[in-house]
């Protein structure tokens, strides 16, 4: 990550350390991703320029091709649902 060991020792938290490393290694992940991107697009380039009609994504799949937004819209509450939450927090 290239932290200088003056700053990692005796500036951050725990938690200053979690957030930076998580993130670090989501730009890692995402640089690594774009580069097999990358290389599937010229796959499929290169074999296109010899006749193959298949598409990018069926000549080079990878897991991330299948994975699901981490994030589901969430469904609308019923009234009752509302009126218990107020319930606990006596709102109502």
């Not at 991703?33 to 796959?43: A, G, I, K, L």
């Amino acid at each position: 990550m290239g932290i200088p060991p003056d700053e990692f020792l005796h500036r951050w938290t725990f938690a200053d350390y979690q957030r930076r490393a998580y993130y670090y290694y989501q730009n890692r992940n995402e640089i690594v991703r774009n580069e097999w991107e990358r290389v599937r697009t010229m796959v499929a380039v290169t074999l296109g320029v010899h006749g193959s009609k298949s598409k990018a994504h069926d000549v080079l799949p990878f897991p991330w091709d299948s994975e699901k937004p981490e994030l589901e819209p969430a469904k609308p509450m019923s009234k009752d649902e509302i009126n218990e939450i107020l319930k606990n927090y006596k709102l109502n």
